[in-house]
Each structure stands twice: as structure tokens, then as C-alpha cells.
């Protein structure tokens, strides 16, 4: 059972450069989330779709974009990438109920130059 | 001001100490509290979680919410290496979560 999977792993870019980070999960979760980690500032939310269909905007959705291309996929595209991208970038599934609990990812780190 | 507050820390104790983890938080309307440990270079894992206030026991972890201070807290008992790592305060919000910046605790053997 993979759980979530996130590809790639590690991603250097160069400033303008364009890129998709691609979210996949296997437990028939409706939700996923796209969250970034930069040290001191915890997990913010980038986007997030509650079913597929849906795509909302999270704290921090300027510079980027989604797709949930069907249940199991939630891609994050970096259309122009900026140095102040450089963050750790985890996707999160959730499933339906009140227990709060998402699944995460290992993460994708990406660094701008 | 943040919505959820947490000391980043780093927190370092000697093996089999009573560890205590904390955030404070600003909106009442919150009702459901969790707390996440993230080991290093891996994503968050959900170790205990919490509705509404009082404790709650797993093992040798225990959380508490006071909701009347809008303060949680997280025990650890008898506090092994294994334990290193951060530990995030996460509260429901609207369907979202809402994260501390999470706190980082080192157990020297």
C-alpha cells in the first residue's frame, strides 16, 4: 500500500523555469492538499480540492496553479519559478469524517536559483 | 499575531525525561486538535488528536486541551531517542488545518 507518492523527490531550477509536481494517492481519499514547509513557518496551505472537480485556493496560491486530473491525481504547476519558492512541498490526502487526519507525502524539495 | 502559536525550539532533554509540548492558539471557534510528528526529511504522521477539551492517553504520549486558556499541550513519558524529531500542533478550521510552526525536540541518550 504506497499511500501518497510525490514526484520527484528533489528538483533545482533555474529563476523562469516552469515545472509540475505530481501527487498521487491509493486509499479513495476525496480531498487532497498541497502545502509548502519552510523552517519557522510550519505547513501553509497552497491549494486544496475537497472532491474531484473542485479546486480551491489555500493561504499562500500566488505563483501557483493545480489540476486534480481525476480522484487520485493533484498536480502543482510552477509556472514562472521565483527563488522565493524554494520550500519543501508536501501533498496530503484526507479522508471523509471529522478525525482530521491527513496523509502525507515524503515531500518534494525544490530549490530556485 | 498567528492563529496557532508554537516555540520552535530546539528542545533538548536526556533520554527518559517527561517531555511536554505546547501551543496556544487565538480563535475559540476551533474544536478538533491534533498533533503531528514529522521525522527528518519525511512527511507529518498523526500521533494523537483530540475533540473538544480534556485528555487524552496513548501509551506513554498524553494531550491536553484547555480550551478556557486556548492551550494544548503534548506529554511525552519516559522519553526515547526515537522520539526526536518535530512535533506540529494542528487545529480544525472550515475543513482546514490550521499549523503551528512545530517544534523541534532532540531525547540525548
Known amino acids: 500500500n504506497a499511500g501518497v507518492t510525490q514526484t520527484p523527490k528533489f528538483q533545482v531550477l533555474k529563476t523562469g523555469q516552469s515545472m509540475t509536481l505530481q501527487c498521487a494517492q491509493d486509499?479513495?481519499?476525496?480531498?487532497m492538499y498541497w502545502y509548502r514547509q519552510d523552517p519557522g513557518m510550519g505547513l501553509r496551505l497552497i491549494y486544496y480540492?475537497?472532491?474531484?472537480?473542485?479546486?480551491d485556493k489555500g493561504e499562500v496560491p500566488n505563483g501557483y496553479n493545480v489540476s486534480r486530473l481525476n480522484k487520485r491525481e493533484f498536480s502543482l504547476r510552477l509556472e514562472s519559478a521565483a527563488p522565493s519558492q524554494t520550500s519543501v512541498y508536501f501533498c496530503?490526502?484526507?479522508?471523509?469524517?471529522?478525525?482530521?487526519?491527513?496523509?502525507f507525502g515524503e515531500g518534494s524539495r525544490l530549490t530556485v536559483l | 499575531q498567528k492563529e496557532v502559536e508554537q516555540d520552535p525550539g530546539p528542545l533538548s532533554v536526556p533520554e527518559g525525561a517527561i517531555v511536554s509540548l505546547n501551543c496556544t492558539y487565538s480563535?475559540?471557534?476551533?474544536?478538533?486538535f491534533m498533533w503531528y510528528r514529522q521525522y527528518s526529511r519525511k512527511g507529518p504522521e498523526l500521533l494523537m488528536y483530540?475533540?473538544s477539551s480534556g485528555n487524552k492517553e496513548d501509551g506513554r504520549f498524553t494531550a491536553q486541551v484547555d480550551k478556557s486558556s486556548k492551550y494544548i499541550s503534548l506529554f511525552i513519558r519516559d522519553s526515547q531517542p526515537s522520539d526526536s524529531a518535530t512535533y506540529l500542533c494542528?487545529?480544525?478550521?472550515?475543513?482546514?488545518?490550521?499549523w503551528g510552526a512545530g517544534t523541534k525536540l532532540i531525547i540525548k541518550p
Open positions: 496530503a490526502s484526507r479522508p471523509p469524517g471529522d478525525t482530521g487526519e491527513l496523509f
Open positions: 486509499m479513495n481519499h476525496n480531498s
Open positions: 480540492s475537497a472532491s474531484e472537480g473542485t479546486t
Open positions: 480563535n475559540s471557534a476551533f474544536q478538533y
Open positions: 483530540t475533540y
Open positions: 494542528a487545529m480544525d478550521s472550515n475543513y482546514q488545518l490550521i
